[in-house]
């Protein structure tokens, strides 16, 4: 069983950057690959970045060159750096443990309550 809790979403202009924060209990959080994913109302849920235990990072389209994501696994902590935010980028953000073996395009594993990020002038 893994919780996790995220925290850093709030209200930010266009342009501006934020640092989302997910922490991990478990002793085997080395081994999961870690996400993020974002809902906007009325949209599905969409994969927005992840890193495997190696450290391999993958991002959406939308996102590449503006988020990035990092893991502490001394910390059990998963970041979400998101600077040049946009107006679209608004939406409750998820973090994401899973096994390795499932694809991130499958919504499934262990999931944060989510935290808001609204990007709005």
């Known amino acids: 069983q893994v919780q996790l809790v995220e925290s850093g979403g709030g209200l930010v202009q266009p342009g501006g950057s934020l640092s989302l924060s997910c922490a991990a209990s478990?002793?085997?959080?080395?081994?999961?690959?870690m996400g993020w994913y974002r809902q906007a109302p009325g949209k599905q849920r969409e994969l927005v970045a992840f890193i495997t235990s190696g450290g391999r990072t993958n991002y959406a389209a939308s996102v590449k060159g503006r988020f990035t994501i990092s893991r502490d696994n001394a910390k059990n902590t998963v970041n979400l750096q998101m600077n040049s935010l946009k107006p679209e980028d608004t939406a409750v953000y998820y973090c994401n443990a899973r096994n390795p073996v499932m694809p991130v395009t499958i919504l499934t594993g262990y999931w944060g309550q989510g935290t808001q990020v609204t990007v709005s002038s």
């Open positions: 478990g002793s085997i959080f080395s081994r999961y690959t």
